[in-house]
């Protein structure tokens, strides 16, 4: 896995706003009470890809917390009830080597 170029970033965004667009030019199209954006580090080894949330949490300006047994460590940051979740899932429990 990998992440976006920057004409595919560019893309996204601009999907994201034609849906907002149309969400609110049809108000009798059903949604969600919420949404969840996730994202995931380019494959690595368990450390790396910490190390990559750790930098993510950073510039989301949140602390980063493991989940669901260990194996789980993930960054998110809530704009109202839309949430960006940066997550890594190593194949075993993992330590942060400090």
């Known amino acids: 896995m990998s992440y976006a170029s920057p004409d595919e970033r560019a893309a996204l965004i601009?999907?994201?706003r034609a849906l907002a667009d149309y969400l609110e030019?049809?108000?009798g199209l059903p949604v969600g009470r919420d949404a969840d954006v996730y994202t995931f580090p380019p494959d690595g080894n368990c450390a790396a890809e910490r190390a990559e949330?750790?930098?993510i949490a950073e510039m989301l300006g949140c602390q980063p917390h493991e989940t669901a047994g260990r194996r789980h460590y993930r960054a998110s940051r809530s704009f109202g009830p839309v949430e960006y979740r940066a997550v890594a899932i190593c194949d075993q429990p993992c330590h942060n080597e400090e």
């Open 14 to 16: 601009d999907g994201f």
């Open 53 to 55: 949330i750790d930098g």
């Open 25 to 27: 030019a049809n108000p």
